[in-house]
């Protein structure tokens, strides 16, 4: 999704169709921008795919040839014909068709690691793995999974790695096929601990919450146990040291990182540790799940998420393991967390209604902002943060669906919520998905769908960001993580409102 996207590969296009020429090794991804002609830090990479004719009456699949698929699982193929089934609109069933198994599709690869299932999955056309993409990329076919042995293994696979990736280090979000891989191109002159087979080593919360989220989820759909054994357990036991060390109650923690950039948000200030804080309980996060540097490192979304993941992980240890005291300790952390983020990151406007911060510092400095990537304001509800009828998630919802949001765009083709990662008027698909999955007014509903199917620029596919006037400048051509999630969207869709379709 979000993770230094601009960087790309042509030799990994999971569909047909031209690209833009990209500079050679040694660029990074910013530099990348620069030769796009970026405008803000952004860049949009204009296709040129030519116009979709959306009164065409054929859509041909833009699947990749079965022989060349990378995992094929005979219970999503089923959902996919079914739902498609059910989809009066010809172009949103071929959006869906395209969409809903691209992860399966083009970034899985399974194998086996010490007898065991090991699963790598990368973001798209990023040759490396994120914790927070491969948890997100997967999480719609988990209700599918105990009826196909098959999708169960590779779900297993990818479980076992996360847990792997952990205790390598769990302050990094990017992790390397092996230790012998080639590093990305922008992280070879990070200033931090890098260890072999670490792609990227950007402290972000929510990097550690994504695959508890996954783990628990699986759990919950197969009843299957195997793949928590005592590397797993060992890895969680990471994942609450590292959260502790970022409370940073007694000092700044271990972890520390600077990049070489001309660009503020690749890099941490103050020798590597980040803006000052008052420490208060929250858990500092140095970079958003966008990959930028958080302005203030008290990131509100994903600290709740890290409240939410702490007691699915204390319900995992003490129903599976019987590990009454780790589970003990993982519901003191969030009931910690949590006291502290309410009493920290709430606001209220002049109506005195409350609603949250994006990222606070604890010194009574505030920010609001949201952002598309997720965790953010947007997605709490999703990510089981809250209920999506909570109040003070209902007003904050509304604001950042507002201009009250520097990063709100209303523009000729949609409207919706974009990043500072792709700079001004971009326009994320992501948040017309959150958007409309946390929504039961129809008519909002409608509207994300009808944005979302003519912003597409003829590929057949989600984007990572599309300019707010012209969807034919996007960026990102190959982003399973949107692509899965609007799959995602239209099988819920057609569980609780199939009259859309």
């Known amino acids: 999704m979000s993770n230094d996207r601009f960087y790309s590969r042509a030799a990994k296009a999971p569909f047909?169709?031209?690209?833009?020429?990209?500079?050679?090794p040694g660029f990074t991804r910013r530099d990348i921008l620069?030769?796009?002609?970026?405008?803000?830090?952004a860049g949009l990479l204009a296709t040129t795919l030519p116009a979709f004719a959306a009164g065409t009456a054929a859509f041909p699949s833009r699947r990749p040839p079965k022989s060349q698929r990378k995992f094929v699982s005979a219970a999503v193929e089923r959902q996919l014909a079914q739902v498609k089934a059910r989809i009066g609109d010809p172009e949103l069933a071929w959006l869906f068709e395209n969409c809903y198994p691209n992860t399966l599709d083009t970034t899985v690869q399974t194998g086996t690691r010490d007898g065991k299932p090991d699963t790598f999955i990368v973001t798209g056309d990023i040759d490396a793995m994120w914790l927070r993409d491969s948890s997100a990329q997967v999480h719609p076919y988990l209700p599918l999974a105990k009826q196909d042995p098959a999708l169960r293994r590779m779900l297993h696979g990818l479980i076992r790695r996360q847990a792997h990736c952990i205790r390598l280090d769990p302050y990094a979000n990017a992790f390397l096929p092996d230790g012998v891989t080639e590093l990305l191109e922008w992280s070879?002159?990070?200033?931090?601990?890098?260890?072999?087979?670490v792609g990227e080593r950007k402290w972000e919360i929510d990097s550690l919450c994504y695959p508890i989220r996954l783990a628990h989820g699986y759990w919950r759909a197969t009843g299957d146990v195997a793949p928590f054994d005592d590397d797993w357990r060992e890895a969680m036991r990471a994942v609450l040291r590292t959260f502790r060390e970022q409370q940073r109650l007694h000092d700044r923690g271990p972890y520390k990182f600077q990049r070489p950039s001309p660009f503020?948000?690749?890099?941490l200030v103050l020798g590597g540790y980040g803006q000052p804080t008052r420490p208060n309980g929250m858990i500092h996060s140095m970079f958003r799940p966008s990959?930028?540097?958080?302005?203030?490192?008290?990131?509100?979304?994903?600290?709740?998420?890290?409240?939410?993941?702490?007691?699915?992980?204390?319900e995992m240890s003490r129903t599976?393991?019987?590990?009454i005291d780790f589970a003990s300790d993982c519901i003191a952390l969030a009931d910690e967390v949590e006291k502290a983020t309410r009493q920290h990151g709430l606001m209220r406007d002049a109506d005195g209604q409350p609603f949250w911060a994006y990222e606070v510092d604890g010194y009574g400095n505030q920010?609001?902002?949201d952002d598309a990537n997720a965790p953010g304001l947007l997605s709490l509800a999703y990510l089981g943060c809250c209920d999506r009828n909570d109040p003070v998630f209902r007003r904050t919802r509304q604001l950042a669906w507002s201009e009250r949001n520097p990063y709100f765009w209303r523009g000729r083709?949609?409207?919706g919520v974009g990043s500072p990662h792709t700079g001004l008027r971009t326009i994320w698909p992501m948040a017309l998905i959150q958007y409309a999955m946390a929504s039961d007014d129809d008519a909002q509903i409608r509207q994300c769908l009808h944005w979302l199917k003519t912003t597409h620029a003829g590929t057949g596919f989600m984007h990572e960001a599309f300019d707010q006037d012209d969807p034919a400048k996007f960026t990102r051509d190959w982003f399973a993580w949107a692509n899965t999630q609007f799959g995602e969207l239209i099988v819920d869709l057609a569980q609780r409102k199939p009259h859309l379709l």
């Open 413 to 415: 083709a949609a409207e």
């Open 188 to 197: 070879v002159n990070d200033i931090t601990e890098m260890k072999p087979g």
């Open 320 to 323: 599976i393991h019987r590990d």
């Open 16 to 24: 047909p169709g031209p690209r833009s020429p990209v500079p050679g």
């Open 367 to 369: 920010l609001f902002i």
């Open 264 to 267: 503020a948000t690749e890099t």
């Open 291 to 314: 990959d930028d540097a958080c302005l203030f490192p008290l990131f509100v979304p994903a600290n709740l998420f890290a409240v939410a993941a702490l007691r699915l992980l204390a």
């Open 34 to 41: 620069q030769f796009l002609g970026a405008g803000a830090g």
